[in-house]
């Protein structure tokens, strides 16, 4: 019975456990990507340029502190901002690279930021066992558990941000 009740309780705290993968690019690094066909395969390389600055303008408000740098002549526009999940901040890069009838955008250089201190998102949240080994002897189980879980919800949570923002950018070039 007791070892019934093992499983059960390890197959309840398996998914919330679980580690968390991200996309990443040829080099490993997280890197979120995609390649849009508009609607409007006429589209000027300039008008989508105009439009996803317009975009990254009122999407990226003000009150983040967004740093938009346009390129028009090579139909390129950087954007450095930040995310603010729960009480972490995660900074980014979005390179927008727009081309007649089409554009990519690519968010990359992700950067958390807890209480100023400062860590690269990796590909993959750390499992417990992973901490567990970092950690040593000293690491509580259940401070280790509490970690791990902090740090999945994070990148879940990342994750939906950062393809919130291109269906965001997607919708907002298509209309």
Known sequence: MLRLLAVFLLMGAYPALAQVQLPTDANGQVQFQELVRLTDKTRSTKQVFTQSQAWAERYFKPTNEPEI????????????????IGEQFVRFTMLIEAKTGRYRATITDLIGENNGLLSPIQPASATVEEMQKAGGQAAKPEVVEAVAKEQADLYKALEAACRATLDNLKTALNS
């Open 69 to 84: 740098q346009p390129d028009q002549e090579h139909g390129v526009l950087f954007v450095r901002g930040v995310y603010p």
